[in-house]
């Protein structure tokens, strides 16, 4: 079982494989590089490290033991229909869950692999079971970024124009134009 330092974002709670033992680190590529005097570590799964101080972390939550793919559950890791939600996913149900700008595609990995199990193409599971994708609409040169909705199929369910109506994007050209190609929504 490995352990894990969780934190918490704006979009959600997130973690990094703790060490707290030279024992923890066997088999892993920093086993001959972190001594004892440097423990406890965070590896941040990109292949660095750094020293763990809980004190020194504002966004450090609390130590967990795990050993599932996900130590946490999606709804954690990508709050689910959190009222600040700006980008992220929106279920066929209209549940949303939330990430940043660049966590769609680790998004998608955890949520295709519960609610789309054994796809590997993450993203084109989600749009094919009728998920949208809410993504920022930055032009480069407005000041302010906006909000982008794609859907794979070109169509969205009641549930998700009832949500995007919530979010204030109803508007939105591409919204529209799904809402009028929706043969099924009125």
Not at 27 to 49: A, H, M, Q, R, W
Not at 53 to 81: G, H, Q, R, T, W
Request: aromatic share 18%; glycine share 8%; charged share 30%.
């Amino acid at each position: 079982m490995k352990k894990y330092a969780i934190y918490k974002g704006n979009t959600g709670y997130y973690y990094y494989e703790y060490c707290d033992t030279l024992e923890s680190l066997q088999g892993s590529s920093f086993e001959n590089i972190i001594t004892e005097d440097k423990l406890p570590v965070v590896l941040d799964g990109k292949g660095g490290y750094y020293h763990f101080d809980k004190d020194d972390d504002y966004a450090f939550v609390e130590i967990i033991e795990s050993d599932k793919e996900y130590p946490l559950p999606v709804e954690k890791m990508f709050f689910k229909n959190d009222e600040n939600f700006q980008l992220g996913w929106i279920s066929p149900d209209g549940d949303t869950y939330s990430c940043d700008y660049y966590g769609h595609d680790k998004a998608a990995k955890a949520l295709a692999a519960k609610f789309c199990p054994g796809k590997t193409r993450y993203e084109t599971a989600l749009g094919k079971a009728g998920w949208i994708k809410i993504i920022d609409s930055w032009d480069g040169t407005a000041r302010t970024h906006g909000q982008f909705v794609y859907s794979f199929s070109g169509k969205i369910t009641n549930r998700q124009a009832d949500k995007l109506f919530d979010l204030g994007l109803y508007e939105n050209p591409e919204v529209r134009k799904l809402i009028d190609d929706c043969e099924d929504y009125w």
